[in-house]
Structures are given as structure tokens and as C-alpha cells.
């Protein structure tokens, strides 16, 4: 149940007759190596730059709302923290590689993907997105605490 696929591949092969052996061995030949492990994002510094400034945008945003608030401003400083550790853990990671060539989008303008090529649009909208919807959420968040503020 827990044996490596090609063991259980083995002895599939090893128990047919040998009349259909020649019929597989084109198949088993066919099958092409497993692909080294990916050690780096392959991303630009552009798209990291995008987003950490996507969530600084979010930050400020409440800040400016919240500001008066003790205890908001509290939770915003443990979120700060906790977004300045998750792109720091991913910087120092990034640096313990061997140094790498040029991103693919830098270079070629085309990144390849798991299902298929993406030409730059494509990744920066797909990774970006998110960030963006976040930056968005707390420019609304600010614009409706100031304008109920003034309204009350």
C-alpha cells in the first residue's frame, strides 16, 4: 500500500507473460524523469515590492481610521508584525540559495507554470490580486469610520 510507485510498477511488469512485455517496454521507456525541485519563487522583485506596499496601504489606512483607539492600535501593530515576519522568513529563505539568475518574467516576459507558460499580466494579476482586494478593503474600512465619524 505504502510502496514507491515504481516498485509497484516493477512487479506489474515482472508478473505478465512474456508476449506482452515487448508491447510495454516502448511505455516504461517513454517515461520521462521526475523534474529537480524548484528552490526559488522565480518571481520578480517588482511583484514582492507590489505587494508589501499593497499591505502597507491596508495598514495606514486603518491607522488613519483607528487612531485614537488603544486597543486598535494594538491589533494593528501585532498585524504589522506578524506580515513584517512572513516577508522576512520568505527574504531569508530566499537568501540562503545559491545565487540565481534573472526571474523568467524579467528576462523573457513569460514564466512557466505548473499548467502552462504565463506572460507577465497574468502573473502579476493572479499573485496581485489578493493584495490589491486587501489594500482596497482598508481604504473603504478608512473612508466609512471618517465619513460615520463626521456624521455623528
Known sequence: MFEARH?????AVAD???DVLPAVAPVIAAQSPAQPEQRGFELPAT?????????A???????TALGASG????????AVVYVTIFFGVAR??????PARERSPLDSTGVLATWCGPMDRKAVFG???VVPFAVALL???ACIIIIASGAAA
Request: hydrophobic share 65%.
Open 16 to 18: 505478465r507473460p512474456d
Open 47 to 55: 511583484i514582492w515590492q507590489a505587494m508589501i506596499a499593497c499591505y
Open 57 to 63: 496601504v491596508f495598514f495606514l489606512a486603518l491607522a
Open 7 to 11: 516498485d509497484l510498477h516493477e512487479h
Open 92 to 97: 531569508i529563505v530566499m537568501h540562503q540559495n
Open 138 to 140: 482598508g481604504i473603504a
Open 126 to 128: 493572479q499573485i496581485l
Open 71 to 78: 486597543k486598535a492600535m494594538l491589533a494593528l501593530v501585532v
